[in-house]
Each structure stands twice: as structure tokens, then as C-alpha cells.
């Protein structure tokens, strides 16, 4: 099932999404359905299919929820490790640090307000001559860490930023429109 949120007279709903036609959820945004969901203890799909309107209407998608934080976990995989590393002049540096240990690089990303959505433009630093687009599975986790379901990403990124220095990673990472 595909969960999402459209734009109706000018109010941002829920809606179920089948092809480009959508069964809007009046009065819930999918952080409203999310919530209670795990109020009630009751699957997602279960409290959208339950208060979805009848009928589909033709509707574009908007961005699919406004997080309150977004997070991002990752891990160096072992080709991009050698390459950074060889970038730095080092065979074993950071990088291999980061790929060879057990913890995964956690960053935040930031919130609603550095989100976008689908078709809207990705934000550019000004101060980078290297942006990069970094495609992610996006988990939607509720306040418990139930996993409620799972989107697309994009991590835009400022590679130049990053490669400066490891520390420079939120620099690099955080920015208006850095997360789409």
C-alpha cells in the first residue's frame, strides 16, 4: 500500500495512492495517522484503509510526511573506504575506520523544515563545488521505534564540504532542501 499526503483546497491530507489517483484521509496528515496508529496499537494500513474516502481523485503527490527529525545511519562500504582514504594521500585512514567497525556512522539531518518533496527542487550550497545526490531508503519510524514503512530518499550532500575534514560532516549534510 502507498501512503502519502496531496494537496487538497489547499489543505495537506493523507491519502492512499493507487497509479496517479489517490483516496484522500480528510483531517489526518500522515503524522496525524502515524500517531494514532500507535495510540491504538492498530497497523498503518489498517487506520488508512479505515478512514480513506470511497472514491479516487486525481492528485499529485506532496512530500509524504513532515518529520520532526530526520536521521541518517550509515556505513563506508569498503570501496568507497579506499577510495576517500586514497583521496587523503593514506591507505588506511578514517574511511577504513569507519567500514571496519561495528557502529554505524549516525548523523542528523535535520527537520521539516530542510525537507522536500516529490518534483520540488533539492537545495545547492553556495559555498560547495561539489554536490552530490545520494539516493537512500528512507525508514518512517514512529516515536517508539516501530517501523510504520518505507519511502525514497535523497541525502543531498556537499562532498567538497565533507572531504575537507570527516569533522565537517554536518556542514556538508545540513542545508535548506538537504533532504528531498
Known amino acids: 500500500m502507498k501512503i502519502g499526503q496531496i ?3 489547499d489543505k495537506v491530507m493523507a491519502a492512499i495512492f ?3 489517483v489517490a483516496k484522500p484521509i480528510q483531517n489526518y496528515t500522515v503524522i496525524d495517522l502515524l500517531e494514532k496508529a500507535e495510540r491504538e496499537s492498530v497497523e498503518l ?3 488508512a484503509m479505515s478512514l480513506a474516502q470511497n472514491k479516487f481523485v486525481d492528485a499529485k503527490p506532496i512530500i509524504p510526511l513532515e518529520p520532526s527529525e530526520v536521521w541518517a545511519c550509515g556505513c563506508a562500504y569498503q570501496v568507497s ?3 576517500r582514504d586514497a583521496e587523503h594521500g593514506v591507505r588506511e585512514g578514517f574511511y577504513a575506520g569507519v567500514y571496519k567497525n561495528q557502529r554505524p556512522e549516525l548523523f542528523f539531518k535535520g527537520n521539516a523544515r530542510v525537507c522536500t518533496g516529490p518534483g520540488d527542487y533539492i537545495g545547492i550550497r553556495a559555498d560547495s563545488n561539489f554536490m552530490a545526490p545520494e539516493a537512500e531508503l528512507a525508514v518512517v519510524m514512529g516515536s517508539n521505534g ?4 518505507y519511502t525514497i530518499g535523497n541525502d543531498v ?6 572531504r575537507e575534514n570527516p569533522l565537517y560532516l ?3 549534510k545540513i542545508f535548506d532542501r538537504c533532504s528531498a
Open 7 to 9: 494537496l487538497k483546497q
Open 18 to 20: 493507487e497509479g496517479n
Open 45 to 47: 494500513a489498517e487506520i
Open 81 to 83: 573506504a579506499e577510495w
Open 146 to 149: 516501530k517501523v510504520f514503512g
Open 157 to 162: 550532500s556537499a562532498w567538497d564540504i565533507e
Open 170 to 172: 554536518p556542514q556538508s
